[in-house]
């Protein structure tokens, strides 16, 4: 069974700063590819960003471009989202998600749709308000 954990979720003021991990539950994230999704109250769950299991290629929804940045950590077992500037229309339960690939010299690149995707964390809060 893979699981994933998110952690680093909480409550924020507009503008401030959150960093969200992503991490195999007793395995390395090395051989994924990995994307952050986030759900609000009433609304469908939606693409947030996506790193290539070969770090080739990174993306991210218009909403967050420019303020949002998806990194691996050391050994590539650890997967973060770093958020800057938030805002309200931020909060949002976030889920990390992942896909496995053969790894070697081909690269796998996701769209930011859950059909690219066969794993996924349970969600951890994110809360912007003052």
């Known amino acids: 069974q893979v699981q994933l954990v998110e952690s680093g979720g909480g409550l924020v003021e507009p503008g401030g700063s959150l960093r969200l991990s992503c991490a195999g539950s007793?395995?390395?994230?090395?051989?994924?590819?990995v994307g952050w999704f986030r759900q609000a109250p009433g609304k469908q769950r939606e693409g947030v960003s996506m790193i290539s299991s070969l770090d080739s290629e990174s993306r991210y929804a218009d909403s967050v471009k420019g303020r949002f940045t998806i990194s691996r950590g050391d050994a590539r077992v650890t997967v973060y989202l770093q958020m800057n500037d938030l805002k309200a229309d931020d909060t949002a339960v976030y889920y990390c998600a992942a896909t496995r690939t053969l790894g070697g010299k081909v690269d796998f690149i996701p769209t930011l749709q859950e059909y690219d995707y066969d794993y996924w964390g349970k969600g951890t809060q994110v809360t912007v308000s003052s």
């Open positions: 007793g395995f390395s994230l090395s051989d994924y590819a």
